[in-house]
């Protein structure tokens, strides 16, 4: 492999590599998960893991961009609290 590739074509390698093996493991996983609470449950599961999803991103969706806005004034203030926003950002996500 060149040592000068593009960072995209290194980026969408990474990525479809990444999302191959997260594919492969969810197949595993229901496969276990079918054997252990039977196939009616996991159909049920199945309809109720994607609402889930969309609630938390709903949850979710104001402290992103809540932390840019905050990063970005310290920044242009240099007052040096970057990583305050940061963290207390990770943490409110977290939780």
Known sequence: MRKNT???YSGALLLTITGL???L???YYKIFLSRAIG???L???QLAMPLLAVGIAFANSGIHTAISRF???SSSAKDGREKS???MGMCLSLA
Do not use: T
């Open 6 to 8: 593009h960072p995209v």
């Open 21 to 23: 093996f997260c594919r």
């Open 25 to 27: 493991l969810g197949f």
């Open 39 to 41: 196939a009616k449950e």
């Open 43 to 45: 159909g049920l599961y």
């Open 71 to 73: 990063v970005a004034k």
């Open 85 to 87: 926003y940061l963290a």
